[in-house]
Nanobody, 123 residues
Framework: QVHLVESGGGLVQAGGSLRLSCVGSGRTFSHYAAGWFRQAPGKEREFVAAVSWAGATAQYADSVNGRFTLSRDNAKNTVYLQMNGLKPEDAGVYYC????????????????WGQGTQVTVSS
């Protein structure tokens, strides 16, 4: 497992942008698949995006496809989620996760999770 720390959340107006960062500790993070999930109050945690360890494979939820971009800089042990065209329904706590297996990450069963960062979108 790796230790993950998210940052970059905040308050933004609808249509605005935010970039979330997730820094992973440990030498193995660069070899881990990573992903983002979010949870709004009173709702289930939902998948947002996932990327393989080399960045060759990326997957997005239909609700964010075309607006969000997931990237990684393995030299910095960091995964980024660029969020453009934010909508009020994008609000919630965003969690970074990682695991050695991509399918485990995209399926929501990753072994490592961050503490979350709050995203608020005003209409």
């Amino acid at each position: 497992q790796v230790h993950l720390v998210e940052s970059g959340g905040g308050l933004v107006q609808a249509g605005g942008s935010l970039r979330l960062s997730c820094v992973g500790s440990g030498r193995t993070f660069s070899h881990y698949a990573a992903g983002w999930f979010r949870q709004a109050p009173g709702k289930e945690r939902e998948f947002v995006a996932a990327v393989s360890w080399a960045g060759a494979t990326a997957q997005y939820a239909d609700s964010v496809n075309g607006r969000f971009t997931l990237s990684r800089d393995n030299a910095k042990n960091t995964v980024y989620l660029q969020m453009n065209g934010l909508k009020p329904e994008d609000a919630g706590v965003y969690y970074c996760c990682a695991d050695s297996t991509y399918m485990v990450v995209s399926g929501g069963s990753a072994g490592s999770w961050g503490q979350g960062t709050q995203v608020t979108v005003s209409s």
